[in-house]
């Protein structure tokens, strides 16, 4: 029994409490005027966690462009996932994507859960954008708890969070997304996978 015990509570540490860390901390304010991304507790990491190339995508779940260079993202972490990272951070335009917003909550609930970057991947992999029903099925189907999405999403747990990072776009004035930051720079580029891998490559 003393074993099954230290496993769970290796597992409640390890799992648990990274989840609800989204609403145990408090975020700082944005400055006005920013000159690089700030990563912070909320920011979803793949690849590496101390990797020397930090690639920073603002991005809008209803964008089809954001769409169309995830699998570029995706293949360059994969080509040095050690040496790579990518950051997810929300930056919603309400004024073309009316749901976006809504969307970037979602996501974030399911962050709360362990399964960010699985409901990303299922996000921006599809057509058309999920109304609330369909987001708790796409939940309900990444195994998360149905009941405890709804609810994240009825209470706006999330807001704060996708307001937090949509405001450090604004900081940086963003004016469109995706928007490619790459150790702090922003990328001017082609978005695609052989501009983005020059922009590293140079560095």
């Not at 597992?11 to 648990?16: A, E, I, M, N």
């Not at 309400?94 to 399964?115: N, W, Y």
């Not at 009941?147 to 963003?174: G, K, Y």
Request: with cysteine.
């Amino acid at each position: 029994s003393g074993v099954i015990a230290l496993t769970i509570l290796t597992v409640f540490l390890l799992v648990v409490l990274p989840d609800n860390v989204l609403q145990d901390q408090e975020l700082a304010e944005i400055p006005t005027v920013i000159d690089e991304p700030i990563i912070t507790f909320i920011d979803p990491i793949r690849g590496s966690q101390t990797a020397d190339i930090t690639i920073v995508e603002y991005g809008d779940f209803a964008c089809t462009l954001c769409q169309n260079i995830e699998p570029d993202l995706l293949e360059l972490i994969a080509e040095a996932p050690s040496k790579r990272r990518l950051i997810w951070k929300d930056a919603p335009n309400v004024s073309i994507h009316p749901e976006a917003f809504t969307l970037s909550m979602a996501t974030r609930c399911a962050q709360d859960q362990g399964k960010f970057w699985e409901y990303h991947d299922r996000l921006l992999g599809s057509a058309g954008n999920p109304n609330a029903s369909q987001q708790r099925a796409i939940a309900e189907d990444l195994g998360l708890n149905g009941d405890t999405f709804a609810s994240c999403m009825a209470a706006s747990v999330t807001r704060p969070i996708v307001q937090h990072t949509l405001d450090e776009a604004m900081a940086l004035n963003v004016s469109s997304t995706p928007a490619i930051f790459i150790n702090g720079a922003p990328y001017q580029g082609p978005l695609t996978l052989t501009g983005l891998r020059n922009a590293i490559e140079k560095l």
